[in-house]
Structures are given as C-alpha cells and as structure tokens.
C-alpha cells in the first residue's frame, strides 16, 4: 500500500518507467509494421510517433533517455537503423531532442500543444544539424550538415504532416482515459 | 525466454557460449580499430575483415544469413558510396573511407547480435555506471515489446479469421484503429505494471540479479581480440 511522500515519488516513477518503457516497445513495433507494410521508415517515420507522444506524458530526464535508448535498440534487435553509417546515433539525438523539447515545454512550461509540436520540430532540426556536422568530421565525411538535414526534412515530408496530426489526437485520448497524465506541478522536479 | 524481436542466432559455438562482457570489449576494440586504420594501403581492412570472417566462422554462422543481414545496408551505405564517385578525388576518398569502415562495423555489429541475445547484452549495460537508466529502460523496453507483439499477433489472427478478403481501405482503418487502442492501452498498461512494482518493493531502479563471476579464460579471449584488432590498426598507422 502507497503511503508517504517516498512511495508515492517510487509510484510516480513506476508509472513513468512503465510508460516510456511501452511507448518505446511500440517505437520498435511500429517501424517493422510499417516496413511489413512497404512504407520507407525515412518517409514515414514511425519510430519518432511514440516517442514524442511519451514526450508529452513523461519527465524531461525519462523523454530523453527514451529518445536515446530506442533507436540504438531497434538496431541491435532488428538491424534498422544502422549503428554504421551512423543513423542511429544521428536519431538518437534527434529524438531525444525532439522528446526532450516537447516534454519541457509541455509539462514544465505548460505551453498549449499547437506551439510545443512545432517548437519541437524545430528544436530537432537544428540538433540534428549539430549533430549531423559533428558526425561527418568523425566519419571524415566532407558533405554539408545543412544540406543533410534540407534533404532528410524534405525526404520525411509526410512523416512530419503525420506526427503534426497523429501526435495531439494521440495525447489527448491518453489523457482523456488516464487523467492522471496531464502535465502537473511537481513535472518539473521530478 | 527467446524474444519475438531479437537477432540471436541459436547456434552451439564457442563464440556463443563466450561471457557477453569480454564480447563486448572485443567489439569495441575492433570498432576502435577500424576506425583508426587506414583505408590505403588495403591491407589493414583486409586483415580487420578476415578476423572477422574467422570470428563468424568460430561462431558457425551460415554466410547466407551474414550475407542477407549485411544487405539491407546496401542503400544505406550504397548510394552515398556511388554519389561519392561522381566528386572529385577528396570527395572519392571520403565516399571509400566511409563504406569501408562502414561495412566493417556493421558486418561486427551483425556477427555479436548473432551470437549473443540482446536481453543478456542489455543486462551488462544495466550495471555499466553511466548507461545503466539506458540498460534498465532496454530491458523494460524489451519485456513490453514481448507483450505488445503477442497482441499484434493475436489480433492479425483475428483478422485474417474474421476478414481475409477486405479492402485495403477497410484494412488500413482497422489497422489506425488498432494502432490507437494498443497505443492508448499501452498507457492504461503502464498504470497497472507501476502499481505492482511498487508493491513489489521498486525503489528508482530495476531490481538485478547478481552477476555471474567472469572466467579468466573469457577475459583473455574478448581482450587479445580486441588488441589483435587494435594491433592491425597500430602496424598500419604507424608504419
């Protein structure tokens, strides 16, 4: 039985680690689906569905930690995407961004979810520049980090136009069936 | 427990029953290695390749499946490869060091998944100091993916039963409204496995059992792999 202050924080951290490890289960359910399906990954992207939509339920510390875990792991389990050449790595920044952003400004900044998905499209974008630059000078790779990331944006055109619709429909009927998901005050400690 | 999503190859092999650990630290030494080395003279890569080779032999694994594993890579390190020939001479160079070492860490990569399952790899990173939150968030992430795909397989039985000949439209809406109700269930899930972890004594982390003593003879073998492969690379480098 829940009884002090420290159990109820274990609760909450229970939940969110069963949360995040779910929503990371289906980060790696969906991609083979839709491969099953014949849609392209890099179009589509399925992978990052989940895992903003646990952006939006979890703590800043857990949506990144997903972000980081679930690409990685799709690799070793499945071989998609590739530890070499460096996509995972490249998507585990992009979306621990992603997730990291629109936790924080979700659940810490309690911002209306029409300015937190394109904030943290941006956000994600811009990393994945960062990232992408950092990645071509280790790999001794002499392509441009801009032009890398104008053509994976313009290659994930409708996975972008997916998550922009799926994403709020998806976190609302979470919250509509466990109220206990809207973003609360003590989001930002924990 | 096998897992539905896992890359393990069930084989009976040395490298098989060789501790996850010692694997571990040989696939970084070799990655280290082929990064190090250079791509001319060929000789180095060549050599890296032949270990491994070797190492897939020891293992007993079937070229076919290395061979068909390896090729779902082809665009990813292909088309950058080819792109890179039409550059000129640095941007070739790039485009060669790129595939080479590409291929060389993704073959690496393909030979442990083989020969290791991921739920023993993803318990040695559980107890590694700086990634043990990313090990214990695998191995939740791997249990909750052993139960999702049991319902995603119970429900395409389902279908296939009750509709084998229904329209790609109808299809496609069963199967948005079966992905937001697995979605939200997820979530509904979560509430209940929080509950009964705690009850079951969760205090912030996973509970883990002891680790099982690292015999020497595994140590020596995943360390003069890894210094073998680093050796390469050195003799190459500095020569």
Redesign the interface.
Known sequence: MVTGASDRDALWRARELALAGLMGALGLLLPIGFHALGWGGRVFLPMHLPVVVAGFLVSPGMAVALGIVVPFLSSVLTGMPPLAPPVAPLMAVELAAKAGAASVLYRGLRLPMWVVLPGALFIDWAVLALAAWLAAGVFAIKAGAIQYVAAAIAISLPGTILQVVAVPLTVLAIERRVPRLRPRKQDWTG | MP?H???YVKRESALHRLDPRPKMLAAVGFIAAV?LAPIHPPWPMGALLLLLISTAAVARLPARLVCR?ML??AV??GM?FLLSRLGGE??RA?GE??AA??L???AA??VL?ASTR?DV??AVAARLPLVS??G???E??????D???EE?IRTNRAWALRAPSAALRVRLTG?TQA??S???R??????R???A??LRG???T?PMARPAPLPWSHLAAGLAFALLSLGIAGAAKWR
Do not use: C, K
């Not at chain 2, 939740?140 to 993916?145: H, P, Q, S, W, Y």
């Not at chain 2, 997820?186 to 509430?191: D, G, K």
């Open positions: 897992h999503i896992d890359l990064l594993r779902s890579l990813v390190i950058p640095a941007t790039a060091q790129f070492r590409s060389l860490v993704a990569f393909v998944m991921a790899l993803l939150v990313f214990q968030l695998g939740f992430i791997l249990r909750g993916a139960v999702l795909a995603v199967l992905s937001m697995l979605i939200a997820a979530a509904a899930r979560s509430e496995i929080g509950a972890m705690v969760f205090q912030y996973l």
